[in-house]
C-alpha cells in the first residue's frame, strides 16, 4: 500500500466518492499536460456528435473496412504515430494515436468546428472545466487540473452530455476478444477497451487497482497522469504529477489506486 503523500515527485491526486470530495492531496488546481488523458474528452466529444446525428459510430473512417467505432477503440489497425494500417480492421487492439487525430479530422468535417473548438464546446464549457483546454493534437494534447478532470469523471459515471445508453455503449467492451498491448504493462488477451476509455476487465499487471472493479474505466498519459471511474463503487480518481511516466509509476500507480479504493471501501 501507497499512502497519497508518498509519491517521490510534486504531484496532485483527488477521490471522489458519492459525488463528494474524500480524499485529495496536492494542489488540485494546477495545470498539467493530460497527454493521452485528452482521449477521453475527444471521444466524449465524438460521442456528443453522434447522439445530435452528425456522425455514426459505424461510418466509415480511416483504413479500409475502419469505421468510427474501431477507431475510438483502437480496433482500426493503425499503428501508435502513423496512418498506414499494421493489421485490418478489428483483428489487434493497436493503441493508436494516429487514429484520434485521424477523428479530430472526422469531427472537424462532420461537425465544421475545429476539433479543439468542439470539444470546448460540447464537454468543456457544459460541464464547467474552465481549465481544461485541447490546443492541438485530440490524442495527446490536452492540458488541465485534477479538479476537472474529476469533474469529468463524474460525468463517466452519471452521464449529462450524451444519452445513458450511450454512455453504455462506451463503456462496453468493443471487439471484446482482441489482444493488445497496454503501453507499459504489456500485452493482455483479452484487452478490452471501450469508446474511448479502456477497461480494466482482467489485465494484470495493470495500472489500476488490483481490487478495482472490472468494469472500471479510463486512461492514462505519458505525462504521468490518469483518470479512472469504477461505476460499481460510484466513485472516480485523478493524479497529475510532474514526472512522465515510467519506472516508479509503473510499479506504484496500482498501489496507489489500492488505497484509494480501500478509502471508497471504508468510507
Known sequence: MIALDDVPFDHA????????????????????????????????????????????LDDPAGPEGSTIRHLLAHASGLPVDAEEPQAAPGKRRIYSNA????????????????????????????????????????????????????????????????????????????????????????????CPWGLGPEIKGGKSPHWMAPGASPETVGHFGVSGSFLWADPTRGACAAFLGEEPFGAWHREHWSRLNAALVDIVDGA
Open 99 to 190: 487514429g484520434y487525430d485521424l477523428l479530430g479530422r472526422v469531427l472537424f468535417e462532420a461537425t465544421g468546428a475545429p476539433v479543439g473548438r468542439w470539444i470546448e464546446e460540447t464537454v468543456l464549457e457544459p460541464l464547467g472545466m474552465s481549465a481544461t483546454e485541447v490546443p492541438g493534437s485530440p490524442a495527446r494534447s490536452g492540458v488541465g487540473t485534477v479538479e476537472d478532470l474529476l469533474v469529468f469523471g463524474a460525468e463517466m459515471l452519471d452521464p449529462r452530455l450524451i444519452r445513458p445508453e450511450t454512455a453504455a455503449e462506451a463503456m462496453r467492451a468493443q471487439f471484446s476478444d482482441l489482444a493488445g498491448v497496454v503501453p507499459g504493462y504489456g500485452r493482455q488477451s483479452p
Open 13 to 56: 491526486v483527488g477521490l471522489l466518492s458519492g459525488g463528494a470530495l474524500c480524499a485529495a492531496h496536492g494542489d488540485l488546481s494546477a495545470r498539467r499536460p493530460l497527454a493521452s488523458v485528452t482521449k477521453l474528452v475527444t471521444a466524449w466529444s465524438c460521442l456528443v456528435a453522434v447522439d445530435r446525428g452528425l456522425l455514426g
